[in-house]
């Protein structure tokens, strides 16, 4: 079956917000800075189009991958994308979706680069993205690379998440990205980078949490490198510090699942940790210690008896 293409002509104006405009979620590239792809090919630098991947097809559940290399569906990746579609309907309480995450997987860089370029022209250069467009189609663009792990787990846990919810806010949608990308058996592993800088910033006094300032950010171009890490800390602060910090994010959840404005996350949050940015500092700057890895708590909420059944391996 050939690809469907996405709705381009919806893509004029990214940072428009309204029926006509995309919302996408983009793979921040280590030590990138902002540089625009389109200064290096304003202009059009490629002189020919190229199309999506279509060579071969693979449906596993949700995800629908085309490429134009040969993946089975034995493949570590695609387990590995399989499993994590397990995880995150188990860890975060969230029944299983079954509406389809588009991956588009290209053969190397150049090719995805022509792609973006001709399809999306002035996006910001990344390893990959995820899209949805007005007409709700959840799209990942990327292309086979060293890092293909992660960078598939962070798109398309944003895939999954949208396919789930009514709304993500942004600094929630990139939060748990970053919790589910890092790889292994059991969520919540630390992210090392995320957590070394943290903690040094802390030392440092060179940051303090600040909740209310993320929950305001709307636009992904205003989301600094900084930001991600805090996302991150705040999903893993709230998972992993107690069972009323964790319950009120799957609370949360299930709130955005019906209702696209639940308010802010800050209050409830507030509410069961007194003094919460005293708390988060502390969390934040032991996170290089022992004692965070694989921690959890039950859920005292009911699950999918399909979710409940499923082991991890
Ligand atoms: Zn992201």
Not at 65 to 85: A, C, G, M, N, T
């Amino acid at each position: 079956m050939k690809p469907t293409s996405p709705a381009s002509c919806c893509l004029t104006s990214i940072a428009t917000e309204g029926p006509g405009a995309p919302r996408l979620r983009r793979r921040e590239l280590l030590g990138l800075l902002a540089g625009l792809w389109a200064a290096g090919c304003a202009g059009t630098k490629y002189t020919h189009r190229i199309g999506l991947p279509q060579s071969h097809s693979l449906k596993a559940e949700q995800l629908q991958l085309y490429s134009d290399i040969k993946i089975e569906k034995e493949h570590p990746v695609i387990q590995d994308l399989q499993r994590l579609r397990l995880q995150m309907a188990e860890t975060l309480d969230l029944p299983l979706g079954t509406k389809p995450v588009v991956v588009y997987l290209f053969s190397n860089e150049l090719e995805y680069k022509q792609y973006l370029d001709t399809k999306f022209p002035g996006f910001p250069k990344r390893r990959a993205y995820f899209i949805e467009t007005a007409g709700k189609d959840l799209s990942v663009y990327t292309w086979w690379g060293d890092q293909i792990g992660e960078d598939l787990r962070h798109e398309y846990t944003h895939g999954l998440l949208h396919a789930s919810l009514t709304n993500v806010p942004l600094w929630l949608d990139e939060g748990l990205a970053e919790y589910f990308e890092v790889g292994g058996s059991i969520p919540g592993q630390i992210n090392n980078e995320h957590a070394q800088l943290l903690a040094s910033d802390v030392q440092r006094g060179a940051w303090r949490p600040d909740l209310a300032r993320l929950e305001y950010l709307e636009e992904v171009q205003d989301m600094a490198r900084a930001d991600y890490r805090e996302a991150w800390a705040w999903v893993h602060f709230m998972m992993h510090s107690s069972p009323d910090t964790r319950q009120v994010l799957l609370d949360y959840l299930q709130d955005l699942r019906t209702d696209p404005n639940p308010g802010p996350l800050r209050d409830r949050l507030s509410a069961v940790a007194p003094q919460l940015d005293q708390r988060m500092l502390g969390y934040v700057a032991s996170l290089n210690g022992p004692g965070h890895w694989g921690v959890s708590f039950p859920s005292s909420g009911a699950r999918p008896t399909a979710v409940r059944a499923v082991s991890h391996p």
